[in-house]
């Protein structure tokens, strides 16, 4: 039973080695490469369930309770990544096939005394595995896209563009992988290119990821500053829509909206007006507001 065990791992490893991933020729393994001063050999970090999936796939649904068992295969998989045969990323998912998340019976085996001096001085050279959650896998692949400098005034931060993927992180999650913390926020979403980290903070019971409905015959999204004709000059836009003095518009502040009508002075770089009740509210180019498809007041 245990040498079919040893084959079938063997056997699995043969073929990624030499097919890679669903029969690609060539293999993409999920991992971080980390490398610290204090530890030269670095390590590669891994999402869980992708050596999880990896296995299941592969039917390898043993577990080698034996130490005698353990060392057999252990052993083997060292001589194979020494002699070339195999890659450190096989080396890893071997070992994962042995121990699991079992780190107490891995540093049980792993000593000069049981595995032998040459096997043991070779593998101390590799990087180490680390198995981790997906949400700390993504976390940390996203830390890694923060663009960052440091300046005379401090470090600059932005965050990676993303036009296609929005993210959400907890406040707690969010700060331990970038250092800038959230208060008073259930979920933040990093704002995709903006500097310092900025964030929307989302509190309570909603979505941000639900599409929030716009009733019919209105339209969302930045008001802009454009040319409306060689003769007509300067005129604010909202999706290709132009804005007309006394149009009723919608203006986002935090969570909600308010609602006002549309007054600029054709001006250029002058705010532009929401007249909201005996309220006037001054807003910039980029705000976010809605506005009817049809001139209305």
Known sequence: MMAESINKLESVIAELSARGLQGRAGMVWPVIVKAYSYDSHGRMVYPRSFFFNLKVDKELHFHFKKKSDRLAIHKALIDKIMNGSINIHMYHFGMFCIYSDDQWLYNEDFTEKV??????????????AEFVSNDDFFSDIYSTLIERRSTHIGEYQRNPSLSQVRMLFTADQFAAWTGRHYSNADWVEPIPGAMDLQCK???????PMAPIKIADGWVEGPIILGHEGAENGLRHFVRGVPLHAGRAIHVKFGGGWIEGRYEWSFVHESPIQIHAGEEVIHIREGHIVRIRLTQGR
């Open 201 to 207: 903070k989302w509190i309570g019971e909603h979505d």
């Open 115 to 128: 595995i032998g001096n040459r096997r043991y001085q070779y593998v101390n050279t590799l990087p180490k």
